[in-house]
Antibody
Framework: EVQLVESGGGLVQPGGSLRLSCAASGFTFSSYDMHWVRQATGKGLEWVSAIGTAGDPYYPGSVKGRFTISRENAKNSLYLQMNSLRAGDTAVYYC??????????????WGQGTMVTVSS | DVVMTQSPLSLPVTLGQPASISCRSSQSLVHSDGNTYLNWFQQRPGQSPRRLIYKVSNRDSGVPDRFSGSGSGTDFTLKISRVEAEDVGVYYCMQGTHWPQWTFGQGTKVEIK
């Protein structure tokens, strides 16, 4: 079964750091671009970061310089290192598989999400 | 950045009746390769998002044929021919043309009247 399972969420103080993980199974992880998408409670979806099969990372302006995406193909794992966290980063973070080249066809597999709460 | 604008944001529908959601982009979504990378996602209450449609009109496996996508350039539509109870949720359009920046619409909440 094709599956993505996130972990690592929790409560962190403003300015703190957190590392999210995503374990992939059921497909050839190294062959796919991977993404992180977040959703604040009651709000819409926001793309947070992407990593290509060659390890090339991409970010929107809202997290660039604070978040780092990485992957470890030998472990079928995706990571998101989040630093200098702000209250506005509070959200459920989803790991998602990119469909087609560069995720142009969106994200065809999603994890169940992990909750990150930034609060003092 | 490409801005995706959906309307309406809330859509009460009677069971068995059709529903239509509009999605407009601030720039053309026609890629240099000739394809238009406009996707639709469904998020049922308490669930993760699920892709319904890619490249404007291609349904994912297992998606009922009452769902259809259409449009071109900057103007797109998701239609549900006859709304069923399981269709309740929030629907998002998303563009993949202008990668490496992927942008979603605000979401349209479909509920039963």
């Amino acid at each position: 079964e094709v599956q993505l399972v996130e972990s690592g969420g929790g409560l962190v103080q403003p300015g703190g750091s957190l590392r999210l993980s995503c374990a992939a199974s059921g497909f050839t992880f190294s062959s796919y671009d991977m993404h992180w998408v977040r959703q604040a409670t009651g709000k819409g979806l926001e793309w947070v970061s992407a990593i290509g099969t060659a390890g090339d990372p991409y970010y929107p302006g809202s997290v660039k310089g604070r978040f780092t995406i990485s992957r470890e193909n030998a472990k079928n794992s995706l990571y998101l290192q989040m630093n200098s966290l702000r209250a506005g980063d509070t959200a459920v973070y989803y790991c998602a598989r990119g469909a087609a080249v560069a995720g142009t066809d969106g994200f065809d597999i999603w994890g169940q999400g992990t909750m990150v709460t930034v609060s003092s | 950045d490409v801005v995706m604008t959906q309307s309406p944001l809330s859509l009460p529908v009677t069971l068995g009746q059709p529903a239509s959601i509009s999605c407009r982009s601030s720039q053309s979504l026609v890629h240099s390769d000739g394809n238009t990378y406009l996707n639709w996602f469904q998020q049922r209450p308490g669930q993760s998002p699920r892709r319904l449609i890619y490249k404007v009109s291609n349904r994912d496996s297992g998606v009922p044929d009452r769902f259809s996508g259409s449009g071109s350039g900057t103007d797109f539509t998701l239609k549900i021919s006859r709304v069923e109870a399981e269709d309740v949720g929030v629907y998002y359009c998303m563009q993949g043309t202008h990668w490496p920046q992927w942008t979603f619409g605000q979401g349209t909440k479909v509920e039963i009247k």
